[in-house]
């Protein structure tokens, strides 16, 4: 079925996150995240040069059209009900954990939400909660905000590299998905070695995410180490996806994010991902290549289900559509 991807048989966990949290349980060993190259999962300080972007002059601001320019080529980053709406094994929409796709798979402590909500047509209202009653209200609010906010990115990043205003927001095609994921992540006894989201790059064009108002936890590889996202009250942390980095031939960075975890508190973030009609081929925009700058991607179709393959025989997506 195009656009759809269909998981693996997922095997249940014995408990939910929440349950091993709430009873102060030692997380079993598939929770435990193995060494990683980025320093230990202690050691990352809280950084103060993520850059924060003005939305509202960037179509009258030159300086700020650059600071976003520099921002996405750096770093690229910019946070009774659950039973009714649960995941079925075979579905990714719903109420669950993780997919478990391979018994070596190390496993994110953390719980979610994940629903379609455009086209609208394709939404799934059974799994929409119905409690708290404004809950779909205020998430197609909420959704149409962020589709435009999304548009008003796509081209203020065309013409941040002098392309012309539609060159990514085109490829979106006829009928762009829009998906919501809420995250939420309980108290874990360890910190230093069980990760609330594993280290990966987003599959999505772009990603805004509603970062927890209080309780940090999401880091970014910057400079070969891992920094802390930093809270900022009213602030949308804006991330690009691989499929900003295709289209923008690499220009623009999807970069490695993960989350940890912390002993004390419960974190919440709400993550919105867009990506293009599955049926709509994406490739990189024909003014960002060059002789000196060659192709560094082939046009692909449907890249979440590339992605999706990709995640179960543990190889990166990306790399495999890549070029020489
Ligand atoms: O919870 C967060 O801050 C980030 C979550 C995330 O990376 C994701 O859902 O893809
Ligand atoms: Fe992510």
């Given amino acids: 079925m195009a656009g759809v991807v269909v998981p693996a048989e ?5 408990k939910t996150v929440q349950e091993m949290s709430i009873n102060g349980e030692e997380p079993p ?9 980025f320093g230990a999962l202690d050691s990352s300080p809280t950084s103060d040069s993520v850059p924060l972007i003005d939305i509202s002059i960037l179509s009258s601001s030159d300086d700020e059209l650059e600071k976003l320019r520099l921002a996405l080529s ?13 995941r079925a094994a075979h579905d990714v929409q719903g109420y669950g954990h993780d997919l478990i796709v391979s018994d070596k798979q190390v496993l994110d402590w953390c719980s979610r939400l994940f629903l379609r909500v455009f086209p ?16 779909r209200d205020i998430l197609h609010e909420y959704s149409m905000k962020i589709k435009h906010l999304m548009n008003v990115l796509f081209e203020a990043m065309a013409r941040s590299l002098n392309l012309e205003e539609k060159s990514f927001s085109d490829q979106f095609g006829e009928q762009p998905v829009m998906q919501v994921r809420f995250n939420f992540y309980p108290p874990c006894s360890r910190p230093d ?16 995410l509603l970062q927890d108002k209080e309780v940090e936890g999401l880091q970014i590889i910057k400079d070969g180490k891992w920094i802390t996202v930093p809270v900022l009250p009213d602030a949308l942390v804006v991330n690009l996806g691989d499929q900003m980095q295709i ?33 709509k081929e994406i490739g990189p925009v024909e003014q960002l290549m060059d002789d000196n700058k060659p192709r560094l991607y082939r046009n692909v179709k449907n890249y979440a289900v590339i992605n999706y ?3 179960q025989k543990g190889i990166v997506a990306l790399e495999t559509i890549k070029i020489g």
Avoid: Y
Avoid at 29 to 37: D, T, V
Avoid at 125 to 135: A, G, K, V, Y
Avoid at 195 to 202: A, E, Q, S
């Fill in 10 to 14: 997922g095997v249940p966990l014995p």
């Fill in 29 to 37: 060993p598939q929770f435990l995240a193995k060494e990683n190259p």
């Fill in 74 to 86: 750096s770093s690229g980053c910019f946070q009774e009900e659950k039973q009714k709406c649960s």
């Fill in 120 to 135: 609208e047509n394709q939404r799934r209202d059974n799994l929409w909660p119905q409690i708290p009653h404004d809950f």
């Fill in 193 to 208: 070695m069980v990760l609330g989201v594993k280290p990966h790059t987003d599959r999505s064009g772009i990603t805004v």
């Fill in 247 to 279: 289209m923008s031939n690499g220009v623009l960075k999807s970069p490695v994010h993960r989350v940890v975890t912390n002993t004390e508190k419960l974190r919440m973030s709400v993550a919105m991902f867009n990506e293009p009609d599955p049926e």
């Fill in 309 to 311: 393959e990709c995640f």
